[in-house]
């Protein structure tokens, strides 16, 4: 089992940019996706989440209107689209694959968003 995040990397505040998960070596369609992030010294906050179908999406507060998750269940993929990026912002982004009732959770190597001018 396999989840790979990309698309990290260092944005001015207000710039965007886009993460994404692939995975692999599990039944990706089966699996809820989440994106959480960590700071140092901090706990792991979920941030998005996206049904199995693609059919619901939740957001923490903090970034609901700037941040989009999707996914492509055909190419084994979940996105999470983040806009007008503040410092606050700033974490190690994780993908999340979660299927409750099998009580299976998979995580991703970790992806670093920095906002800063």
């Known amino acids: 089992v396999q989840l790979v995040e990309s698309g990290g990397g260092l944005v001015q505040p207000g710039g965007s940019l886009r993460l994404s998960c692939a995975g692999s070596?599990?039944?990706?369609?089966?699996?809820?996706m989440n994106w959480y992030r960590q700071t140092p010294g901090k706990g792991r906050d979920l941030v998005a989440s996206?049904?199995?179908?693609?059919?619901?999406?939740n957001y923490i507060d903090s970034v609901k209107g700037r941040f989009t998750i999707s996914r492509d269940n055909a190419k084994n993929t979940v996105f999470l689209k983040m806009d007008s990026l503040k410092p606050e912002d700033t974490a190690v982004y994780y993908c999340?694959?979660?299927?409750?009732?099998?009580?299976?959770?998979?995580w991703g190597q970790g992806t670093q968003v920095t906002v800063s001018s």
């Open positions: 996206i049904t199995s179908a693609g059919g619901t999406t």
């Open positions: 070596g599990f039944t990706f369609s089966m699996y809820n």
């Open positions: 999340n694959a979660n299927w409750i009732l099998a009580g299976r959770t998979y």
